[in-house]
Each structure stands twice: as C-alpha cells, then as structure tokens.
C-alpha cells in the first residue's frame, strides 16, 4: 500500500539526518496521496538506523492508523490538521533543529534579514502564540496544526510562500509540494534562524532587508518570471 | 566477573565519542549491578581509543576497587555517593560537554525553556552550590556526590524524573536506569543547554514554557498514560 | 572550449563544499581567460553532486551564454562586472556562508581584529550599501557589481589588497588571481567574519588591531619583500 | 639528523588537523633536542597534505636553518625564543584556533572559570600586550618570543604550570614536555577559551572558580601527590 510514498518519506525522514537537523528520535516527516485521502509518516521513538521503508504507517487525516506495525509519530494529529487546511501541500516536517527551536522557544518571529531566506521564505518566519491549558489537555497536537493554520489565516500569510513556522516553546514545523521539499524547508529554516540570530548580535538594532530587496530574491526563484535555475 | 556489564559499560562510555561530548579523557561512565552492590566504571586517564570491556574496573559501593587492572575514574566516590543516595538508578555519567559545563560554570540553573527540555527533564536543571574550602580538601569527589543528593533532597526534586544536574565550576552529571540511559540523557543534556543560552540571547527576558506545556510533554513520554513511542 | 578553465572552475566550485561554505546550491564560482574574453562558471540552482568539469557554462564579459547545455549562474551578471572593472583579477567567488553572510544581515564592515584578517585582506572588509529599488528592479545582478567597484573606487581600497566584499542582507563575494584563490579568499573571509563576531563578544568596544601590526603581517606574505612560505 | 626527532614534530604537527585546530597552513608545531641544542619545525606555507616526517626543517636556537629543503615556519623565531627562556620545555605550538585567538584578537586574559581549565593550566591565560612598532618593525617574531618570556617573569607566572599565552592581536602559543603535548595544550586551551566566553554570556559577571578549587584540581592531576590516571 502506498509502496512509492513510502519509499519517498523514508529517503525524506534519513535527510534529515544528513542535513544533520535531528537527534535521536526527535524529528519526523509525512508525505500525503491527496487523491487517496492518506498520508505515510514516521512511526513514533523509532531510531532512524532501525527504520525501513516498509516501516513507515499509513494514517488517514483525522490520523487514524490504517496500515503498519508501528504506532505513527506522536505529532501525527499536526501533521493531519496541516493537510487539512493547507490544501496544496503534498509533505510536512517536523524537527528540534538547534537554531530555529531557539528561536521557538525564545517566542520570537524571525525577520527576514537578507536574501537566503527570501530565496525560499516570502516575509518573516511566523512564531505562534502559546497553547492555552485547555487547549494542550484536550487534543495538544490536533490543537497545535490548526493554531497554525489560524495564525496564517489571521496574519494573512500565503502558506505556499511561506512554508515554515515556530511553535512557541517547541519548535519548527515545515512543508512543501513533497516530503523532500519540507525537509529541504526545514534545512533552509535552520540556517536563515542561525543567520538572523547572529546578524543581531553583530548589529543589535539591525532592520530586516528592504521589502524591494525580498521581492526581488523571491521572485526570481518563483512565480512565472522566475530566472534562477534551469527552467527553459 | 561481572562481563555483561563491563560490556554495557564499556558500550556506554564509548558513546560519549560517538555523542561528541567529550574531548580526550574527560568524561566517565559507570553501571551497578544492585544485587552484587558493585559497579563497573571507567578507568582513569585511560583514552577512549584503548579501552577495551575488559579493561572496565569493578569498585564497591565505597568506591574501592574489587577487580580490574587499572585504577577506576578520579571521579569514582562521586559516582558511589550518587549510587548510595538514589537507590534506583542504574547508571551515573559525567562529561565536561561544552554548553552543559558552561552553564555550571557560570553557576546558573537550566530554565525550561521549551519541549526537548520537558521530553526528558522535568523542571529546571538544578546548578548545585560551590564546595566549600573543607568540602574540597577532605573528600573532594565523594562530597560532589553528597552535595548533588542533599540538593535534590532540600529543593524536593525528583531524582528520577530529573536525571541531570550541573556541579559548580565543574560540569554535568548525568543518571538513568542503566549506563546507556545515563550517556543519552547526557547528550539530552548538552542540547537542551545549548538552546536555552540561544534563546536567552535571542530574547533576553524570556521566559520559561508554561507548566502545562511542561506537564504535557514530559507525561506524554513517561508514566502510565504516555503514548510517545511503541508502547501498546 | 577552454577545458582546462571548466576543469579549473569545477574543482573550485567542489572546493567551496570541502571547505564546508555552501548549503545547496547556494554559492558559485567562475574563473576568466582574459585572453579570449570569456569566463566559465557554475550553472544556476544545479547540485554539485551532480556536476561535471563539463557541465561549466562559458560566457562572455556581458554574461551571455556562448557554450554550454546549462543556463549560467543567476549571479552570472555580477561576476561579468567584476571582471570588466578589477582588470587583474582572474577568479570570482559567491557563497551564503554563515559568518560572513551574517555580516552581511548586519550591515556592518568586518574591522580588522587580528592577524588571521591582516595575512590575506588588507584592511577591513567592505560591506557595500543596499541597492536602490530602481538598482534592484532594472539590472540586479549587474548593478551588484557595478556598486561594489564603485564602492572601492570611492573608498580608494585597492580591489587587489582586499579580495572580499560584503553584499548588504546578501552575501560575501572573494575574488583572487584564479578560481581556486577566490575559494581559499572565500575560506579566509568566513574564519575572520567569525572570530571578529566572537571578539567584539568577548571584548564590547574593542578596538581593531594596530596600523603597524597589520602592515607586517600583510607585508610579510604580500610583495616583493615577503618572507612567508617557500620563495627563495 | 634528529629523524626520531622530525617523525615526533610531524606527527604532532598532524594532530593539529585531527583536533580541528587549524586552517590550511595556519600553525605550526615544533620539537627540541636540548642535548644537541637544535630544534626541528614545520617547513612554512606548506599544505598538512603534502607533508613527511623528511620536511621538517631543523634549526638551532637562534632560528638558523641547519638542515631540511624547506625555509622554516615564518614563526621560527618565536619558538627559538621560547627554547631559550623557558628551559624546560620540550614543544611548542601555534595555531589560528578560532576561540583562542578570538580572546586574543579581544585582548583579555581568560580567566579560570572551571576545572577543565584547571586540571591543565594553572590560572588565567595571559594575554601580552601589543608589541611597539619599534618590536614590530625590528625583529617581529622574536620580540614575540621575548615579550612572552618577560610578561612570565614580570607576572610571576610559571611556565610549566601555565603552558599557554595570548599574542594580542595575533593568537595563542602553548608548550609542554614535547611537541605532542604542546599540541595537546593547544586543544585544551581552545576548549577553555569556548566554554569560558559561553560561560560569561550565559552569566554576565560571573566570577572564575574559588583557588581552592582551581588548586584541588590542578594538583590531583599534577605534582607529587596527584591521583589521576594510571601512576601507581
């Protein structure tokens, strides 16, 4: 069942490890077959050495366990919530990658301070606020994905251009057209949150790069008049 | 005597490399076998690269040495002492990793600053006080370890829900319920550290996660009702 | 068609991973044949796993492709102007590197702190002002360029003494007297970027070294009466 | 000639890489016979790659090359220097590690803010003053040398407790009972550097380590009544 997508969550969940953006367990990755309603996820506390393709569990989005022998990552219900309300996006990340969880759990968004990060994230990188009690008893990961997709709903913030957030006090999650892309967000994020951290601290009071300057980056590497790459 | 666990040990102090928390000698892993009420730690001095299981030293609750070629670790009463007072770990570990040592030597306590903290660490990371002038001269290491029990005695935190704690000046200690535990909860430890000095500069003022996030995050991964992992 | 430069011009584009300066495809390397007129440089947004000497593109000193299957670095247009305007220089190099990249953010010249800097970049190092939005919208990459050697030009720096410039909320561009030295400037320029950050850290207010200190160190690797490495 | 001699420097010169102490050709290490009163050093602006235990140069105490095809490091003469101040000293390093010279390049001494500082240096790590033109202009390196010797004596430091010495503006030098074990000081004091500039941004005013403390460890590592490692 879903051989392929398996395959492509388990090569996107080792990147992570590559791009060195996970310890131990501490990161997951989905990828969804939209047509067939089901996404395939990482099974949760499973070291990374240990996993197979094979290993990977399918759930639908209320996530529910419809196939696998192993329970699916703890965070399942927040990447379901995510599919749900961001209707284009084909794969989802989750890590507790040093710089942006610092970020997280300093509660603060990331401005966009220079062009790495308008090449891939159009405006600042959006932290949202902390759960209420009654929110983490109730249904803690179903609540954090829709928080999520409220923050974008209120801020009106494009989740396709902007494929990345902070969870207060927790850390990133990231998305993309594939699992492949979320990571490769998630690897993106890590270095823009390092960056932006350090150009502060180089110049306390620094003003985030003018909006000129971001369209420019943004756009030359997407939307139809894009030039960057080998697109003729 | 004792061949399974100088094993385990031997296993455990090697992760420490694999971990990166130790620069040449410095750090030191011990496991008990509480029926015998011996334990088995690594010699002193020895580089990691020469060691052998065999080559694992076995020492009394007092720390004196009952088997084994070499002397045990300089830091072997420490490891007795916490043996004595927490009569359910299994495992000690101590490293001079570079973020869980800078924060002992700036003497502050690790606030809980997001989950990766709470996942594992219930509540702050306790710094314990200085030694005093005759505390070092008498018994230097034995009292390290008395100091660390009598503070979790006086501040009423839970030895096992709080492996972890840093020794003025010095650097960290680390527990669990055998030797392995007590390496993964040293690189635990070491990240967690890292991130809260991050996020301090990245917002000085912070403040730490709620405790409900705290309570939330670490019950879902221990006790009765947790369901992170593969426990069903 | 000039293999020997696409040779040349690979090995220093692998050169930047080695060195451990890009993430992605984030970074570029050309070097010229001033001869002919033509300069060879990676193409845009390709992985450098997954290149070839042959996959070089060769273009002229506009920036238009005249061999090659791959579009040129999107960057093309800013080395294209380098080459026109530092007649000497005969390699040219782009990366996002962290340290010097958050310079960069900053906004900030890297003062010249210590002898590392004063061995290989005479002087601080320039971070140029942004562009306008009509610089932006009408020629960006071409006017990266232009502003940079007019930068030098106005601050009377000579392009040859200081092979490293900083792109405000960009990046670092190096140059030297082929591919490969515009990498190793490229190298140098991230050590100093870093250790100036942590110095200034260290020491708030500390002052740049010596006029004398950098002269000697700069003139005993440079010029007719250096005495550094094997020249006898 | 001295060919124990030249394999011992060479291999100590190699450690340099292996604990991430250097860039390119930025260190070197150097190893005396006092009997013969000679010294043998790395060849200078030589790749690590592209050396053998053969490219060691050999030199006496005034810096004069006396045997090897190579010119020797630029930095001979320091080293010579030192041979002939401190007596008992059998190697010496110098490198451009990133922490160490950045205290270097801020101008302050480290001070002892842990055990890990001192189980090997007794006290804080001085960094001398400035040279004055005339020193530079003059005999650059030697004055280096000397200045480092006189800020000793002035200070009442001993060199053998000590192994370690900022150049300001420049880097650190350190030494030991041979090449191998200058080396090994060298990483050591790039670790005390880190951990003691994390220490101060974690606690701004923090305070170093009590003596006692500092004396405790330093001396059950060192001395006549030492009780770390292997000596019975």
């Not at 606020?129 to 913030?157: M, V």
């Amino acid at each position: 069942m879903l051989e392929e997508l398996k395959k492509e969550v388990y090569e996107a969940n080792m990147l992570l490890l590559q791009y060195d953006l996970v310890t131990f367990t501490w990161g997951n990755v989905s990828g969804i077959d939209r047509e067939k309603g089901l996404f395939v996820i990482k099974p949760s506390g499973v070291e990374y050495g240990q996993l197979a393709p094979s290993d990977m569990t399918v759930v639908d989005l209320e996530g529910n366990r419809i196939e696998g022998r192993y329970r699916p990552s703890s965070d399942t219900a927040t990447h379901a919530a995510l599919y749900r309300r961001f209707p284009e996006i084909g794969g989802v990340a989750h890590t507790h990658s040093v710089w942006a969880t610092s970020w997280a759990q300093a509660g603060r968004d990331i401005p966009c301070y220079g062009t790495t990060h308008a090449d891939y994230i159009y405006g600042e990188v959006p932290c949202v606020r902390e759960l209420t009690p009654k929110e983490i008893d109730e249904d803690y990961e179903k609540n954090t994905g829709l928080l999520i997709a409220d923050e974008f709903s209120l801020r009106n913030i494009g989740y396709l251009a902007t494929p990345a957030v902070l969870c207060r006090n927790h850390g990133p999650f990231t998305w993309g057209k594939n699992a492949g892309e979320a990571v490769y967000h998630a690897a993106v994020l890590e270095k823009v949150a390092k960056m932006a951290a350090l150009c502060e601290w180089i110049n306390p009071g620094n003003d985030p790069a003018s909006q000129n300057l971001q369209d420019k980056h943004y756009y030359r590497k997407h939307g139809e008049e894009a030039y960057y790459g080998q697109r003729e």
